[in-house]
Every structure is written in C-alpha cells, then in structure tokens.
C-alpha cells in the first residue's frame, strides 16, 4: 500500500487619480478587541504543520512542485497573473481576488474508495496606484468581507498580521474577515519598494483545508491494474471525469499520467504514445482536455523486465483547471469603499496517486 504526502504551498494600472479620495466616507472600523492568532508560516519559514496538505501518509515521491501549475505565484506582477483592475476616477477602489486550491488524492487499485483532501487559499490583489492612496489622508476605508457557503471548510488559516475575525460567528455558511489596514498599507508598501515598476501587488490573506469522502467527490477518477509476470509486465491505467465535483463542471487541462519504471526493461510498448524519461524512469503520458465531452480513457503499458518480476509502482496524474473551484466557497466586499473588479478561481493536483 503506497501513501501520499502532499507539500503546502502558496502565493492592477495607473497611478491613483487623487481625487479618486474625495467623497469617499469610510464605514466605521471594527472593534479590534480579538485578533486571528493562526500564523500563517512556521518558525522555520514553512506552512504550519496544522494547515499542511499531507492528509494521506508519507513516503510517496512527490510528482513535481505543487505551485508550477499557475502562471503567477509571485508577490508583484507586471504582465502576468491576474488581470489588472484600473485605479480611475471612481468612488469605489478597486480589489480582484484569487481562490486557488489543490486537490489530493489516494486511490486504491479498483476499489471505489478515495481519500481526498482540498487545501486552498485567498489571495487579493491591489492595483499599484492604490499604495499611494493608502498612504495619504484620510486614512483608507476599512476593508471587509464575507466568505459564503463555507460550510465543508473544516479549517481556516486567517493571516495573523493582517485578518481580523469574531470568533463568535456560528452560522457555518459564512465568516466574516476585515484587515488591519495599517499592516496592509506596510505590506503593499514593501512590495512597491521591492518592485516599483509592478502593476499590482497580491497578498496571501487567508489558507483552508478541508476532506472530501468518496471518489465522485474529486475530478479525475483513476485506477490501475499490473499483471507482473518473471518474463512480462502489463499495466493498464483507465482515467474518468467526475463533473460532480465542482459546482460549475470545468474542463482539466495540462493533463498527464506518469507511470514510474524504477528497474531495467526492454520491448517497451505503449498505447496512446508516451514519453519514455529514462533520466526520470517514468513513462509520462500528455493527454488532451478531460470535460463531460471527453472524460474518460485507457492507458496501457508493457515491457520486458530485465531482473525478474516488476514491482508495482504508485501511478500519479497531474492537471489543472480555470473557471471554478472544489470548495464552491466565494467571497462578498462588505460595507463601501472598495469595488470587486475580479473573481478568479482555479484548482490543480497536489499529489494525486493510485496505488494497486
């Protein structure tokens, strides 16, 4: 039996009009009597152990970086990423905003079973006029929002710097946040000194986890079966798309299938063509997009071993997919001041295995 480990990870034009300012009358600020004490890293730097997306055991390889999959991860952006919101003339400042998850998975030879785990996080992104406007007078509006239909998050990992949040909130379909907006006029201000020629700068404000039971609950089926012979090895591998798993079924794309061979083989044959990596050792399939219109598959392998009977390696499947999210949990400004330009959601592979 193989587990899986997951490693955590994380992470619009123009100069503000000053008198985007005037008119603007700031909702009244919050009571600051508790502050969300979660850090979001670890004395070492890392994520805390308490948010790491490592549901499913140890001692699996990891099938590469958990954040290549998206164009941008960086604090600043200049042409990449989300799309840029104009700082004009409105009363409203404008914020756009980022829910990327990834998604963990362990699959069990032909069992229906499958442990799952979801880790997300939220990012807003601010135009880099708004850093001017932030530290002029009258001080900026307190911003605030509300997550909605929050209900399958099992935990949340507020920003301890810059989140604020009542603990005493019981409806579990929404929470409430607002920033410390002196830590993040200081944030956005280190990252302009950092790069001032940036159009937008992001900030991390919140990570979640949560577990998913069962199989129709993830977006890509898999299962495999070996017939490991002294003179013979045969793996087939059949992939499905499960629309169910998000509110909004979304096409997987960058989809691939990698099937390591760890030992000395020969005759290899592979249907559909495959990469062979001999630096790698793995038989690396690209597939096209997985949707309702094409979502199910066969991928077959086979080759003679060179030192006896083949042992059974956990087989890993990569994609990513724009449009939606697995949690169906979104976000609402509150009170006035502030705009949403922007509302991008995205989720991709953590590891994602199935073990015969």
Request: glycine share 8%; net charge neutral; proline share 10%.
């Amino acid at each position: 039996m193989c587990s899986a480990t997951a490693r955590s990870s994380s992470r619009c034009i123009r100069s503000a009009d000053p008198t985007a300012m005037e008119g603007l009358a700031a909702p009244p600020r919050r009571p600051r009597s508790r502050k969300v004490s979660c850090p979001l890293l670890g004395s070492n730097g890392d994520l805390s152990h308490s948010l790491s997306p490592s549901p499913l055991g140890s001692s699996v390889p990891c099938t590469g970086p958990e954040r290549s999959n998206f164009s941008s991860q960086t604090g600043h952006g200049i042409s990449r990423g989300p799309s840029p919101v104009v700082l004009g003339s409105q009363d409203a400042l404008p914020v756009a905003t980022v829910f990327t998850e990834y998604v963990h998975a362990y699959f069990r030879g032909h069992s229906p079973s499958c442990l799952a785990r979801v880790t997300g996080e939220l990012t807003m992104t601010f135009p880099a006029g708004i850093v001017r406007v932030f530290s002029g007078t009258p001080p900026p509006p307190v911003l605030s929002f509300r997550l909605v239909h929050t209900a399958p998050i099992e935990h949340f990992q507020p920003s301890a710097d810059l989140l604020f949040s009542d603990p005493s909130q019981s409806d579990p379909e929404t929470k409430d946040f607002w920033l410390n907006m002196t830590a993040l006029t200081e944030a956005l201000q280190r990252q302009a000194e950092q790069n001032p020629a940036a159009s937008y700068y992001n900030v991390v404000l919140l990570r979640y986890q949560f577990s998913r039971p069962g199989p129709q609950c993830v977006p890509l089926q898999l299962s495999a079966h070996w017939q490991c012979e002294a003179t013979l090895t045969q793996v087939s591998v059949e992939y499905s798309y499960r629309p169910g798993a998000t509110a909004v079924p979304t096409p997987l794309t960058n989809v691939q299938v990698l099937l390591p061979v760890g030992e000395p083989v020969t005759n290899v044959h592979l249907q559909p063509a495959a990469v062979w990596n001999l630096d790698e050792k793995r038989f690396l399939w690209k597939l096209p997009d997985v949707s309702e219109a094409g979502g199910s598959g066969r991928l077959s392998a086979s080759w003679e071993p060179r030192s006896g009977p083949s042992t059974p390696s956990p087989v890993a499947a990569q994609f990513t997919s724009e449009g939606a999210t697995l949690s169906g949990v979104d976000l609402e400004l509150v009170g006035s001041g502030y705009r949403m330009s922007l509302v991008k959601r995205r989720f991709a592979t953590g590891v994602y295995l199935e073990s015969c």
